[in-house]
Each structure stands twice: as C-alpha cells, then as structure tokens.
C-alpha cells in the first residue's frame, strides 16, 4: 500500500512527495494508527468524489447562468456560515448514526469552495479568448472543453484542495456520529482525558492531509507544466 501510494505521489509531485508520502504512511504505522488511518482516507476520498462530482457542475451551470449563480449564492453562504455540528442534525435524523452520516455531512460541509472557485474561475477566462473560438467555429461544449475549462484549471484545483481540506476538519466531528477511524481516536482520546491517544490521532489526521495537499498541490502544477 504505501508502495501504492508513493508511486501516485511521484507521478503527481515528483520525488520530495514521494519521499514525503512514503515517511508520513510509515510513520503512521509506527504510531499504530493504520487501519483506522486507512479507514479516515477512505471516507475522506469518497467525500471528496461525491462533492467534486457536484460541485464542478454546479460551479460550471453557475458560470455560464447567472440565474443560477443567484440562486446558489445564498444556498453556500448558509452552507458555510452555520455551526460544524448543526449539519450533522438533519442528516442523523434520516440515515441514524454510522459512517453515511458523517460522509454526507462532510460532503455538505466541503462542497462550497469547489462551486465557488470553479465558478470564478470561469468566469475570469478572457472574453477576447472565448470570442476568438466563436470565430472559429467551436460549439458552447467545445468552448467549456478546450477552452474554459483548461484556463480555469488552476482556480478548480485550488478549490478541490480546499475541499480535501474542509472534509478532513470534518473528520473530528464525523466521530462523534460513528464515523469510527482517526475522528472517534480523536474523540475518545478528548472524552477519557488521555492525552496522548488524542496527540496521536491529531498527528495522523495532519499527517494525512498534508499528503493529500502535496499530492493535489503537486498534480495541479505537472498539469500546468505540461500545458
């Protein structure tokens, strides 16, 4: 697995990552976390697809109708002014405790910033480009695929990072609702005043992001070298 996982980082971020991924995994087999780290990245990367999945359609739908822009304004402001712990309410009252309701939370929680950032980002494409592909006999799908969408890379990234990292700060509060893993290590740690179990969670939680934000990170940037 940590093999796994540092051949993507090299091919995403090059060595440094690599290196750095390949330390940060072992050492969270030397502090006796693995499964319920592997546990935490699993929930984290199916939070992550769905609001990804969501959010950069939504963010292009938003870019290219202002109606819609209007509408999701208010909706993501509330989504990311109201209190971490109100989001898990709702959702246990319909699907009860479990790791499903600490996703779906998550997922709520993460997802502004991708529709945000993606929305912008189209949204600052130069018009004299866009014209320019008009001219030239593009469709609206060519211009969004080959045009908008390229130039807007950089700004979606940024919010798909900012989303990693919005769902791992939900991974606390995941464990109060059964979310199991590094959040309910973090918890209990917190509720039993052992000091040192919750250090240790805390430590694997950052660890774990910041493979995830160099790996991103470091994919973004060979994209962009290679345009």
Request: glycine share 10%.
């Amino acid at each position: 697995v940590i093999l796994a996982f540092s051949i993507i980082a090299y091919h995403a971020g090059g060595r440094r990552v690599a290196l750095f991924t390949a330390c940060s995994l072992l050492a969270l087999g030397v502090l006796g976390l693995w499964e319920e780290s592997m546990d935490t990245l699993s929930q984290v990367l199916v939070a992550v697809f769905f609001a990804v999945a969501f959010g950069v359609p939504l963010g292009v739908w938003a870019a290219r109708n202002d109606t819609v822009a209007w509408l999701l304004r208010p909706l993501l402001d509330f989504l990311q002014t109201i209190p971490t712990f109100v989001y898990l309410v709702p959702v246990i009252m319909l699907f009860n405790v479990g790791r499903v309701p600490g996703v779906i939370a998550s997922v709520l929680y993460a997802i502004p910033p991708v529709i945000r950032l993606t929305n912008l980002g189209i949204r600052q494409v130069p018009a004299a480009t866009v014209e320019a592909a008009t001219l030239f006999g593009s469709t609206d799908g060519q211009i969004l695929r080959k045009v908008q969408l390229p130039l807007a890379r950089a700004s979606i990234m940024l919010g798909i990072n900012q989303t990693v990292m919005m769902v791992l700060a939900m991974v606390i509060i995941a464990g109060l609702v059964g979310g199991g893993a590094l959040g309910f290590e973090a918890v209990t740690g917190l509720a039993r005043n052992e000091l040192g179990r919750g250090i240790e969670a805390g430590l694997a939680i950052v660890l774990l992001a910041m493979i995830l934000d160099r790996v991103t990170q470091g994919w973004a940037g060979q994209q962009e070298i290679r345009e």
